[in-house]
């Protein structure tokens, strides 16, 4: 089974959930004429920044009319803003990047702090670059509509692993699927893969 829209409002109308956001990953490859590198692009809703804690040190986060008109925009990370333009901050810019079979260029809306965001201190050691651009733009340029996660942030005083049960169930019973979906905990993911740096080092 997949992810759709009808599966994120689910989630939304549980009154455990706080926040919940559509996530959709692909695989790509960016470059600005004369560099280029493997990148995962990372389509993310205007909500989700606070969310997967990315900051913002130039420019702007994604905007609700970013998501609406599925607009051409991105936000990269400081060490690839150093990489491509030799600056910190080039917003404004344009960057080239490959989704689905189409090659766009996009404006550089902001930059964020490397290693910011959950998602990117999950896999720096393993994908050099992570760039967030509004995931209506990569249903758009993939022609599906699809989601690939959903990130959740769980209301306050609620148990995780309840949280947890009543949004697989919830998913499970509209599909008609019994496992239909996984849930996963990024902090705990993060917290052990800290501590199991923490040893190595």
Known sequence: TTLKTQDL?????????????????NTSSAS?????????????D?????LISLEVL??????????????????IDLETARTFFQRDNPVGKTISLIVGD???QYEIAGVVRANSGILQSLMTDYI??????PYTNMQKMTGSAEITQIAVQIS???DLEEAARQIEDRLSLSKGIQG??????????????????????
């Open 9 to 25: 409002e689910q989630i939304r109308s549980l009154s455990c959930v706080d926040t919940a956001v559509p996530i959709v990953v």
């Open 32 to 44: 600005n004429g004369s560099q280029s590198c493997d990148t995962v692009l990372w389509g993310i």
């Open 46 to 50: 205007s909500g989700s920044q606070s």
């Open 58 to 75: 130039y420019g702007r986060d994604l905007s609700r009319y970013d998501i609406l008109s599925g607009s051409n925009v991105c936000l």
């Open 102 to 104: 189409t090659q766009e």
């Open 128 to 133: 050099p670059t992570l760039i967030y651009l």
């Open 156 to 158: 306050d005083n609620v």
């Open 180 to 201: 239909a979906v996984r849930t996963d905990n990024l902090s705990k993911q993060r917290g052990q893969l800290t501590n199991m740096l923490s040893i190595v080092s």
